[in-house]
């Protein structure tokens, strides 16, 4: 018996809407085994995940990240994996909670748009690639677990400053973990952004001559590089933490996304893969 | 057919005086267990007593005849006569009494709704009877049921769930404020009641530096002691308060003895590090205004009260899912019991 790979995708799809409800009901009852459960799911469909983007890499034989449905999937197969080390680490059930949602709309988006195999433009055929996408997807992951960090901060902030008390005030954790977490979420992030930066050009070089060219994606890419850069200088020059801290890592978030896609939607250029 | 009563009297349907007067210390209990034994229409017997109610359970064949001997040990116990205590008790029997002791173990009868003693209090007032050989296969049967409905109770819902104290309530924030109380500090200005209560609390939760600050040094010194603390000079105390965490101040001073301009001096001395402020002074002791400042958590009583009745409003909605567990517990109990029939117009309740 064979399996179409949209079928398997689906079930991909499932495995992750049945994490995202398992974390559901862990966040409201705040009963472990729900965590522990929406966990097992994630670790699941993510080594299915890790099969299919294996497959598709075969196909093309290459590292095969190119075009909106490839990009998506990627990114959800990388957030996933980050926010699985992130809760390993800390061992607590609240990273799921937000993450499983984002990744649920990026693999149901790109469930469905054509996912037809189309032939990779040759300069993309090249080890960078791997490199280069794959830094790149790590920091955006970083960035968006920042991001869930933050907005969790933001509200408990609100409620203990507001001295108003409602049914989120017992299921968010404390605020000093929630900002320990998000800024050692950034400083990974802003590492691998560099680190993605850099092989980029490097690759630039080789590919196109020029080390930058100024293309809306690079730009915008230096732009989210300085601002997460005003974030870490912040904190440790002029010890910015907490509010204004979350708030600087959601605007990082937005302009992350508009680097991701809007950039390769609204601003054409050198990279705009995703919209070919 | 046996029938199962209930004499009791509660925070409800008695003053203090009284309940004094029908609560059985540990000491006095034994006796009295014995004394319930004596009667011959009394086959069973639980003595439940706690400051918010005694309650007296017995098993007897003959109704009439159990409550005529439960007047006469409850009046002859609190050396009154039947006609001036009667009402402040009340009478429940077979499935009424069932009922309204789940309801008791699952803490919903209790003052405080939710609070955690009373199972414990259901136990050992279950297990003293029993050592004592007061239990048959009646009480037996319903003490079991109710200890399991109280457990029951408790992990199914959010009844216990919730600061309902001043002092708890000021834990309860301070660890939704730090991740850990274990490396922090903890500065105590004033030595009031609440203020101790509230260290105490604190340093139960694993805060090991508490700094007292306090007029006159001696109190200080005192309360110091107790939480093996370090007593500083009230002049001082701004030297201090960069190394605090959590600041309870509680003095009778007239004026704000932390203005929003130290606060925030205090802020950029410790690089913006979260700072808890408990105010529990009357008047207040720290201008409200330094809750407007980043990473300042400002709580004065009212606000904690505050936090407390939001909380208690969460203990009823959850009272209401913790009544269907009983309701459906009592249903299955009767099943498994023959009880005698039950007359609603026997019943009273205060």
Avoid at chain 1, 18 to 44: D, E, H, R, W
């Amino acid at each position: 018996m064979t399996f179409s790979y949209q079928t398997i995708f689906s079930f991909l799809v499932f495995l992750y809407v049945s994490s995202a409800i398992g974390y559901f009901f862990f966040f409201t009852t705040q009963k472990q085994k729900f965590g522990l459960l929406g966990f097992v799911l994630a670790f699941s469909g993510w080594i299915l995940h890790t099969g299919l983007v294996a497959y598709r890499c075969l196909v093309f034989k290459s590292f095969a990240v190119s075009g909106l449905y490839e990009s998506l999937s990627f990114f959800a197969w990388v957030i996933v994996l980050v926010y699985m080390i992130s809760e390993f680490r800390h061992k607590q059930h609240i990273d799921g909670v937000f993450v499983l949602p984002l990744a649920v709309s990026l693999v149901a988006y790109a469930s469905v748009i054509n996912s037809d195999i189309r032939p990779l433009p040759a300069v993309l055929r090249s080890p960078w690639m791997a490199v280069h996408v794959t830094l790149c997807f790590l920091s955006y992951a970083c960035f968006t677990l920042a991001f869930c960090f933050a907005i969790m901060y933001i509200w408990q902030e609100k409620e203990l400053k507001s001295r108003k008390i409602d049914v989120f005030f017992f299921r968010l954790p404390a605020l000093e973990f929630l900002d320990r977490l998000g800024y050692r979420a950034v400083v990974f992030g802003f590492v691998f952004l560099s680190l993605g930066i850099v092989s980029g050009s490097i690759w630039a070089q080789k590919a196109w001559g020029t080390f930058w060219s100024w293309d809306p994606k690079e730009t915008f890419s230096l732009i989210l590089w300085f601002l997460y850069l005003v974030y870490l200088h912040g904190r440790l020059i002029a010890f910015w933490r907490g509010k204004k801290s979350a708030n600087l890592a959601i605007i990082g978030f937005a302009v992350m996304l508009f680097t991701y896609l809007g950039v390769s939607f609204l601003l054409p250029g050198l990279h705009s893969y995703l919209s070919k | 057919m046996m029938n199962i009563q209930l004499l009791g009297l509660n925070h409800k349907s008695a003053p203090i005086e009284i309940r004094e007067k029908a609560f059985f210390s540990e000491s006095k209990l034994e006796a009295a267990l014995a004394g319930l034994k004596e009667y011959k229409a009394i086959e069973e017997c639980l003595i439940l007593s706690t400051c918010n109610r005694t309650e007296i359970y017995v098993a007897s064949f003959d109704r009439v005849n159990g409550l005529g001997c439960l007047w006469d040990f409850i009046s002859r116990s609190m050396a009154m006569p039947e006609s001036q205590i009667k009402k402040y008790f009340y009478i429940l029997e077979n499935k009424f009494a069932m009922a309204h002791l789940f309801q008791v173990a699952a803490s919903l009868d209790s003052m405080i709704i939710g609070e955690t003693q009373i199972l414990g209090q259901v136990k050992d007032a279950y297990f003293r009877a029993r050592e004592k050989n007061c239990l048959g296969r009646n009480l037996n049967t319903i003490f079991d049921e109710a200890i399991r409905v109280g457990k029951k109770v408790r992990t199914q819902t959010q009844i216990g769930k919730g600061a309902i104290s001043t002092s708890t309530a000021a834990i309860e924030l301070s660890r939704k404020i730090f991740e850990s109380l274990e490396d922090k500090k903890v500065l105590i200005i004033g030595a009031g009641k609440i203020g101790e209560l509230t260290v105490k609390n604190l340093s139960s939760r694993g805060i090991k530096t508490v700094i007292v600050a306090n007029r006159t040094l001696i109190k200080a010194q005192e309360l110091a002691e107790r939480f093996c603390g370090e007593a500083i000079k009230f002049e001082n105390i701004f030297d201090y308060m960069r190394l605090s965490d959590i600041i309870i101040s509680s003095t009778s001073a007239p004026h704000f003895v932390i203005t929003a301009a130290d606060a925030a001096k205090v802020m950029r001395a410790r690089n913006n590090a979260p700072l808890f402020l408990i105010d529990l002074g009357l008047p207040r002791n720290i201008d409200p205004a330094a809750n407007a400042i980043e990473n300042v958590y400002l709580y004065n009583i009212d606000d904690l009260a505050q936090v407390c009745d939001a909380n208690l409003n969460q203990r009823r909605s959850e009272a209401q899912k913790a009544q269907q567990i009983v309701d459906s517990c009592v249903e299955l109990a009767l099943k498994k019991m023959n009880l005698g029939g039950t007359r609603q117009e026997e019943s009273i309740i205060k």
